[in-house]
């Protein structure tokens, strides 16, 4: 090999160390913090009143004269009372958070390796009206150190109970399932800018077979909303893994293979 081609592979070999700099540097992810905000929900209370009211006033008056010659006297009454009754319904708007959805958001979060999840403060202001004035929030310092705060908002919330039976058999499929929409908006705490904005669901659902009529059911409650919330995260960090990385210059996720949906449980109670 004769010393010009040397130098020419040995040029060659820097060159492209210089370019592969870069792009290794590029994969180096620089990790970004999130804070998650708990779930803000409006919705319109209805609540039935009845109302009673009932007032008496009685008075009486009593006067009296008396000379050598005459006497005299006089007395007077009287007597009043109001009775009033009403009913009816009335309705308000009640706001608050839901704290029980956040918990595998954050989790999923961190599953990403390049998300940093701080604590955000819930909140507790009693005037309500503001509590979907996210810009505000930030202003107070509510999410110290967060570059990224992500806002989420309840749009349903809708359990239902069903009770089917089976055609052809003595059996009923007793059902409880909760279904969440929620609409979530990453606002930049520096701009004060939505940088991006998705909505997404969870589902849970507990189901029991019985065999006889009449038979005391109870569905798990508890089991629904567990898999609410983790559906939920899955659904949300999915999203917004997505955006982040677009926004921080990275490429975005690959997305695996898709998993087999997991069947859900079914209980059978035998009732003799």
Do not use: C, W
């Not at 810009?135 to 705060?149: E, F, H, S, T, W």
């Not at 659902?205 to 983790?230: H, P, Y």
């Not at 982040?244 to 210059?249: F, N, V, Y």
């Amino acid at each position: 090999m004769t010393k010009t081609l040397k130098t020419l592979l040995l040029s060659g070999m820097l060159t492209l160390s210089a370019l592969a700099a870069p792009l290794v540097q590029a994969q180096e992810k620089t990790p970004v913090i999130v804070a998650v905000t708990n779930l803000a929900y409006e919705e319109r209370v209805q609540e039935y009143f009845r109302e009673i009211n009932a007032s008496s006033k009685s008075s009486m008056r009593v006067s009296e004269s008396e000379t050598r010659r005459s006497y005299r006297g006089s007395a007077s009454a009287s007597h009043a009372s109001n009775y009033s009754y009403s009913e009816g319904t009335y309705s308000y708007i009640e706001r608050g958070e839901l704290r029980k959805f956040t918990a595998d958001i954050k989790g999923e979060l961190l599953k990403s390796g390049f998300i940093r999840v701080t604590e955000a403060k819930p909140y507790t202001a009693k005037d309500t009206e503001k509590i979907y004035d996210i810009i505000d929030r930030i202003k107070k310092g509510l999410y110290p150190n967060a570059k990224y705060v992500l806002f989420g908002t309840v749009s349903s919330l809708q359990f239902r109970e069903e009770a089917n039976p089976i055609q052809n058999t003595d059996t009923v499929s007793y059902t409880l399932s909760l279904e969440l929409v929620g609409e979530f908006s990453l606002v930049n705490t520096q701009t004060y800018e939505v940088v991006a904005a998705f909505s997404a669901m969870g589902e849970g659902r507990d189901t029991k077979l019985v065999t006889s009529r009449g038979a005391n059911v109870v569905l798990n409650r508890g089991k629904v909303i567990s898999e609410v919330s983790k559906s939920l995260g899955v659904d949300v960090v999915r999203q917004a893994e997505e955006q982040i990385s677009i926004l921080e210059g990275y490429a975005p996720p690959v997305q695996g293979t898709a998993i087999e949906e997991k069947k859900q449980d079914t209980e059978v109670m035998r009732f003799r």
